[in-house]
């Protein structure tokens, strides 16, 4: 059975850094593209970045470029999301996910396996 588990969330003020973490078992990380989503409450979970299978392409959604950026450590079954410059709009619950599709993507419905979520609040 595969499991995913986030950590690193928490409190931040406007302007400052955190760096998720998502550990990843009881299945063959290397295979699977990994992603990030967030989600708060009352809206539909949405994409933030992923990555693929070997660390060599990522992709993020436009509202993070330049201050996200998705890691990936396949010797520790670990993927990670360093957010700097941390926005109150930022603020919401982070999924990692893992996908055995071809391609990157932002869908998630392509994802099979999730986390159960970290909070990450930012205050202005």
């Known amino acids: 059975q595969v499991q995913l588990v986030e950590s690193g969330g928490g409190l931040v003020q406007a302007g400052g850094s955190l760096r998720l973490s998502c550990v990843v078992s009881g299945g063959t990380f290397s295979s699977y593209d990994m992603g990030w989503f967030r989600q708060i409450p009352g809206s539909e979970r949405e994409f933030v970045a992923a990555i693929n299978r070997v660390g060599r392409i990522t992709y993020s959604t436009t509202s993070v470029k330049g201050r996200f950026t998705i890691s990936r450590d396949n010797a520790k079954n670990t993927v990670f999301l360093q957010m700097n410059s941390l926005e109150p709009e930022d603020t919401a619950v982070y999924y990692c996910?893992?996908?055995?599709?071809?391609?990157?993507?932002?869908?998630?419905?392509?994802?099979?396996?999730w986390g159960q979520g970290t909070q990450v609040t930012v205050s202005s």
């Open positions: 996910a893992a996908s055995r599709g071809f391609g990157l993507s932002t869908a998630r419905a392509t994802y099979a396996y």
